[in-house]
């Protein structure tokens, strides 16, 4: 779900009375839909609580998110989670980008995985 549609059910629930804390990595969004508690993760889109199959970092971003609820003394409140994706805190300026050295090798695997795709759930007319 996009995170602007979260934080606006957030700010929903939380004028209904029932406290929130939304965990993304869209911060400008976020921040600006004033959401009152937000727990920061610097990861592309679609890790909102760490790298896949690291249950030590994704428990950790979830108690993070836990402890924010339960401790935030002011609305607005923005705290960021500890980590970096892969450690390269600069990883948007390599995350899936396309070279002329690895062009053909992504260009194959994509192929395959529409390949698998469409054996898996043909498309029908």
């Given at each position: 779900?996009?995170?602007?549609?979260?934080?606006l059910i957030?700010?929903?629930?939380?004028?209904?009375?029932?406290?929130?804390?939304?965990?993304?990595?869209?911060?400008?969004?976020?921040?600006?839909c004033a959401?009152?508690?937000?727990?920061?993760?610097?990861?592309?889109?679609?890790?909102?609580?760490?790298?896949?199959?690291?249950?030590?970092?994704?428990?950790?971003?979830?108690?993070?998110?836990?402890n924010l609820?339960?401790?935030?003394?002011?609305?607005?409140?923005?705290?960021?989670?500890?980590?970096?994706?892969?450690?390269?805190?600069?990883?948007?300026?390599?995350?899936?980008?396309?070279?002329?050295?690895?062009?053909?090798?992504?260009?194959?695997?994509?192929?395959?995985?529409?390949?698998?795709?469409?054996?898996?759930?043909?498309?029908?007319?």
């Open positions: 779900m996009c995170h602007q549609t979260v934080s957030a700010r929903y629930l939380e004028q209904n009375g029932i406290p929130t804390v939304v965990i993304g990595s869209a911060r400008d969004i976020v921040e600006y959401v009152p508690r937000f727990v920061f993760t610097d990861f592309p889109l679609g890790n909102p609580t760490g790298l896949p199959w690291q249950p030590d970092m994704q428990k950790t971003i979830v108690a993070q998110a836990l609820l339960e401790t935030a003394t002011a609305p607005r409140t923005t705290i960021t989670a500890p980590f970096t994706w892969n450690g390269t805190p600069d990883w948007r300026g390599v995350y899936n980008r396309v070279t002329p050295e690895n062009a053909e090798y992504l260009a194959r695997k994509g192929e395959e995985r529409r390949r698998k795709m469409t054996a898996k759930a043909p498309i029908k007319e």
